[in-house]
């Protein structure tokens, strides 16, 4: 079939839906992170691990994609976790909540640690 006959046309707009998607999950966090709009104040390495972590995993659905400060994919996170012990944090993280996935096989136990380390330097 000829380049705007069927399958083509179908294949070319499938792979541009793709690399939009791509696009979107992997540059929005970059552009949060240039706009200084990543909250918390990592001083420690074991903080900045976890904030490079953050930014990687976590910002496309935790940060604002929009100027208008409420509107994230997910909950936005300041000062949740200086409210909730270490190990229920831990456990959302691995195994998921609500529409959340788990890291629990992409996140070592060290990663972990450090994820929720610079989780704690959020202001409420």
């Known amino acids: 079939m000829g380049f705007y006959g069927g399958s083509m046309c179908a294949r070319h707009s499938g792979l541009r839906l793709l690399a939009i998607s791509l696009l979107v999950l992997f540059a ?21 691990e976890g904030r490079r972590l953050f930014v990687q995993r976590c910002a496309v659905c935790h940060l604002p994609l929009t100027p208008e400060p409420r509107k994230a994919y997910g909950p936005l996170l300041n000062g949740l976790f200086k409210k909730l012990p270490d190990e229920e944090v831990r456990k959302a993280i691995a195994i998921g909540y609500g529409n959340m996935p788990g890291w629990q096989y992409t996140l070592s136990a060290a990663q972990l640690n450090n994820l929720i380390a610079f989780l704690k330097t959020f202001p409420d």
């Open 28 to 48: 929005a966090p970059l552009f949060a992170q240039e706009r200084g709009r990543i909250p918390g104040n990592a001083t420690t390495p074991a903080e900045q």
